[in-house]
């Protein structure tokens, strides 16, 4: 019975495919049978969330807060424009994943219905008949309603007060002596100012493709490595036959993609760099932070001029948040609940000279930020866009995820999990997706919040 109506769904597709060519009013329903082939198919992704009875439009905590600051029918198209842009990206990677060799819709053909009818279905948007875009927290309430949370969080409170004044310590001890660093590709001149890319209606800093790669290329760090162990060393991730990724270190790179904050009345563009690594090594068997793959997601927030006001980190997991001010002005605020660890040093901006960030062994915490050192070993490391870890080639042919359904790396479970579910993290330490990122055990925090800024400094 599945069989048929799977069947039938790829026909009527086709047959919408054709019959779009010559009614403008197929798209909705080409466009619905595409949905309904993904979702038969077991194609999901946790990025691709889309307004309620809109599939059409993408959202995301940015977009759902800008949905609000929306008031000018300019405002409003424009809005409706990225919300729609979200939506053809996420559709052009889902549908990379559809098997191939069977009888339902090939990614050309859908490809083809995307490029099509999202501009149309775009302009038939009425704003004004929207519902609010609500993006769902990464977190899981019924794990912190079983596990007695206002009991648990307070039990925890000793915990997170150890590691932050062991990361502290980290900070201030004798930092590990350097093995060899990986640099980015050489910038050539100055990007554009954020400033400069912010003549439109939301005033939203909007790099074309150039412009982003050269703000990569401007604020990329260079990574220094203590070791020589294989497992500390970045690499490219690629997915075997049966899906199962892998960190492969013959080739080095920074999955790289970018962001908006808000702060100050003003929108701030963020430049992210994500580094793999092939595990966090367990240091006995009781330890309940290794495990396979490991990472580093670097994040450079600018001020309008394009000098940094201040950069943050976390590992894949959303553990680990460190907070870097270079904004001189910027103070610290009383944070409620789980608080980022603070970087107690001066911290050069990255507009005017490259920063290098010095990795620990095994665990990857940041511990210095400096500059790069010239008598070292050095390898370089290319770019490769994140949205690529959504659609990887498999050995077999096909494509798949690096992530699950719930956003997160299913090999990457770690054992803390099995404590720290009551704060209501689910599978917390596993690495996960852009989006998926609550950096809170205490209160409720996230990565992507457009208010964090604000959050963090007064």
């Not at 690096?402 to 997160?408: K, P, V």
Request: with cysteine; aromatic share 10%.
């Amino acid at each position: 019975m599945y069989a048929i109506h799977t069947a039938r769904t790829a026909l009527l597709l086709m047959m919408l495919w054709v019959q779009a060519a010559q009614a403008d009013t197929d798209c909705e329903e080409g466009y619905f049978a595409l949905q309904q082939v993904l979702q038969q198919a077991g194609i999901e992704d946790a990025q691709a969330t889309t307004l309620p009875d809109h599939p059409h439009l993408g959202i995301n905590r940015w977009l759902a807060y800008q949905q609000q600051q929306a008031k000018t029918p300019a405002q409003q198209q424009q809005w409706i424009r990225l919300a729609t842009e979200k939506a053809w990206q996420d559709q052009s990677l889902m549908i990379q994943r559809l098997p191939k060799g069977g009888d339902g819709p090939t990614p050309d053909t859908a490809q083809a219905l995307l490029d099509r009818c999202l501009p149309i279905l775009a302009a038939r948007t009425d704003f004004s008949r929207l519902p609010q875009a609500t993006v769902a927290d990464s977190y899981a309430t019924w794990l912190r309603a079983v596990g007695i949370y206002p009991l648990t969080a307070w039990l925890a409170t000793g915990s997170i007060k150890n590691y932050h004044e062991e990361m502290r310590a980290r900070f201030s001890q004798p930092a590990p002596e350097p093995h060899r660093q990986y640099v980015p590709p050489t910038a050539v001149g100055f990007p554009v100012a954020p400033s400069a890319l912010s003549e439109n209606p939301l005033q939203i800093p909007l790099p074309t493709a150039a412009q982003r790669q050269a703000l990569l290329l401007n604020y990329a760090p260079v990574l220094t490595v203590a070791d020589g162990q294989p497992w500390n060393q970045p690499g490219r991730i690629e997915l075997d036959e049966n899906g199962e990724p892998g960190v492969y270190t013959r080739e080095h790179v920074s999955y790289t993609w970018i962001s908006w904050t808000r702060y100050r009345e003003q929108n701030l563009l963020q430049l992210n760099y994500q580094f793999w690594f092939s595990e966090r090594p367990k240091s006995s068997w009781l330890d309940g932070y290794g495990g396979e793959l490991d990472g580093l997601i670097w994040r450079v927030t600018l001020k309008p001029d394009g000098r940094v006001l201040f950069y943050d980190s976390i590992h894949p997991c959303g553990c680990y948040h460190k907070v870097y001010p270079v904004e001189p002005t910027l103070k610290k605020a009383e944070i409620d609940g789980d608080k980022p660890v603070f970087y107690p040093h001066a911290v050069a901006d990255a507009y005017e000279q490259r920063i290098s960030l010095l990795l620990t062994p095994d665990t990857h915490y940041v511990v210095r930020i400096g500059s790069a050192q010239e008598p070292l070993p050095t390898d370089s490391y290319g770019f490769v866009d994140a949205d690529r870890l959504r659609a990887l080639p498999r050995r077999d042919g096909q494509v798949g995820s690096l992530f699950n359904d719930n956003g997160l790396v299913s090999v990457s479970k770690r054992g803390e999990r099995f404590y720290l579910w009551p704060m209501g993290v689910p599978s917390a330490g596993a690495m996960r997706q852009p989006g998926e990122h609550a950096i809170a055990f205490k209160g409720r925090r996230h990565f992507d919040d457009p208010a964090l800024p604000g959050i963090l400094f007064e």
